[in-house]
């Protein structure tokens, strides 16, 4: 296999879009953008699973929602054909298109995207069209699922990497659901995840998960920030495991998993729901290498105290390379990255508009 050359970082941001491209030396960085000017870009990828291709989801004031597509590296970009809509009987309307996700690989034009209000979309034919997948929409438990405090939404999808017909995605505020039969039918899995803003403090669904993750090379084992706490399960979600002794905070956003290694995993504490912001005003990354039975605070290279900045759910990621890049990004406008698992850090750009997200992609 040829060795990967180029590494990008996609970012998504409160005013279009920002590309930036290194090496695999990743010493020097190249910045093409704002691309999608004049909207939100909640979330932007780079699919590689064929010829690469670069799909973003759009957010406008006066056009809507949408999944936007291009072929060319960002040059030039097509909506898809009809649209994220529900059926006009429904009476709903797409609030937001919060994340699009690439499907199997085995399924090369599949792909998802997760919306407010509370609902996952499909598309078979490479993000052309997108069909509802109602029977998530309209699962049981719906009447227990509230907005939080950015709305209904899906926004963590995962596809399970051997088996294209389990996946699981993550629903504020409703919780984890996961489907074995391809969206067929969903189960709720928040067994011992807290709500503690429910009268029920362990509801069936209901749960603010925040952010969920799974590593590659053993997704039985799944990791979730929620608003009340970081928790592990290590049996597909059929129950959690409460792992947040050890941060300052049960509180926050993004969480990473390792590339090479499924027991190391990345979280950012926030103070709290109403106070959205480093946790004890120090802008700090926490690693466990125990799947969470022990955290070590990183700072080295961050804002030193008192900082007050605030990691979106989808700005963290990181790339494939052995010694790996961790990249941090923050409503200041700030991407920082470390590749050193995360023991410090350096500012690869500032004065970027509000970040929404960030994904890395190397080809």
Excluded at 47 to 76: C, E, F
Excluded at 192 to 215: M, R
Aim: proline share 6%.
């Amino acid at each position: 296999m040829a060795a990967k050359k180029k590494t990008y970082l996609l970012v998504g941001t409160k005013k279009g879009a920002f590309i930036y491209a290194s090496d695999a030396s990743r010493k020097k960085w190249t910045m093409t953008g704002p691309i999608l000017k004049g909207a939100e870009v909640n979330d932007i990828i780079l699919d590689t699973r064929a010829k690469p291709v670069l799909y973003a989801s759009v957010n406008s004031y006066w056009w809507g929602s949408n999944i936007h597509i291009s072929k060319d590296g960002g040059k030039t970009w097509k909506q898809s054909e009809g649209g994220l809509r529900f059926e006009e009987a429904s009476g709903k309307k797409v609030e937001r298109a919060w994340c699009v996700r690439p499907g199997h690989a085995s399924e090369p034009k599949v792909l998802f995207a997760g919306v407010d209000p509370g609902a996952l979309f499909k598309s078979s034919d490479s993000g052309k069209s997108w069909t509802e997948i109602k029977s998530l929409s309209d699962h049981p438990t719906r009447k227990s699922w509230n907005p939080g405090a950015g709305g209904l939404m899906v926004h963590s999808i995962v596809v399970h990497p051997a088996n294209p017909k389990k996946m699981f995605v993550g629903i504020s505020a409703a919780g984890t659901f996961a489907t074995e039969d391809g969206g067929k039918t969903w189960e709720p899995r928040n067994k011992n995840v807290l709500a503690d803003f429910q009268p029920d403090k362990f509801p069936v669904a209901g749960q603010c998960v925040h952010h969920l993750e799974a590593h590659t090379s053993t997704p039985i084992v799944l990791y979730q920030q929620n608003h009340c706490g970081v928790y592990r399960s290590d049996n597909e979600g059929h129950d959690w495991i409460d792992i947040s002794k050890g941060l300052p905070s049960r509180f926050g956003f993004p969480i990473q998993v390792h590339p090479h290694d499924p027991r190391t995993i990345f979280v950012i504490p926030e103070e709290g729901g109403e106070f959205r912001a480093s946790a004890k005003g120090e802008f700090a990354v926490y690693r466990s290498s125990n799947s969470g039975k022990s955290w070590k605070k990183s700072v080295k290279g961050l804002p030193p105290k008192p900082s007050f900045l605030h990691v979106h759910r989808q700005a963290m990621t990181h790339d494939d390379h052995n010694q790996f890049g961790l990249y941090v990004a923050s409503t200041n406008g700030q991407i920082f990255w470390s590749r050193d698992n995360g023991t410090s850090w350096k500012m690869l750009a500032e004065h970027l508009p509000p970040i929404y997200s960030i994904n890395a992609a190397t080809v």
